[in-house]
C-alpha cells in the first residue's frame, strides 16, 4: 500500500489536490511547475484553474484504469515542492 501525500485525497481511483493559491499568477506558476515534474516523470495528470486561485490536480494510470505507484510518486513529488515553496516564502518573510 502507498502512503497518500498531505494534502491529497483518494476518489475511486483518482487522486486529487485542490489548492488555494495567493493570486492568479502565482496560480498558473504552480501549474506550470506541476507541467515540469509530469513531464520529468512522463506521467501527465489532468490539471485546471478555477476561480483564478485555485488549482486541481487529479491522477491516475489512464493505461490501466486505476491507481498504481507512478500516481503515489508523482503526487508526492508535486506535495514535495508545495511544501519547499511554502518553507523558502517563510524563510523571505521571517527570515531563518
Known amino acids: 500500500m502507498y502512503t497518500l501525500p498531505s ?5 475511486d481511483e483518482t487522486l486529487v489536490l485542490e489548492m488555494k ?6 496560480t ?3 501549474l506550470n511547475s506541476v507541467a515540469d515534474i509530469a513531464e520529468s516523470m512522463k506521467h501527465h495528470p489532468d490539471v485546471g484553474i478555477r476561480n483564478y ?6 491522477t ?3 493505461s490501466v484504469g486505476k491507481l498504481t505507484e507512478k500516481d503515489y510518486k508523482l ?4 506535495s514535495d515542492l508545495i511544501n519547499y515553496q511554502d518553507q523558502k516564502i517563510q524563510i523571505e518573510s521571517e527570515g531563518r
Not at 486561485?53 to 487529479?58: F, G, R
Not at 503526487?75 to 508535486?78: D, G, H, P, Y
Open 7 to 11: 494534502g491529497w485525497s483518494k476518489r
Open 21 to 26: 493559491c495567493a493570486d492568479f499568477m502565482r
Open 28 to 30: 498558473l506558476a504552480l
Open 53 to 58: 486561485n485555485e488549482l486541481i490536480v487529479s
Open 60 to 62: 491516475t494510470t489512464h
Open 75 to 78: 503526487a508526492q513529488e508535486i
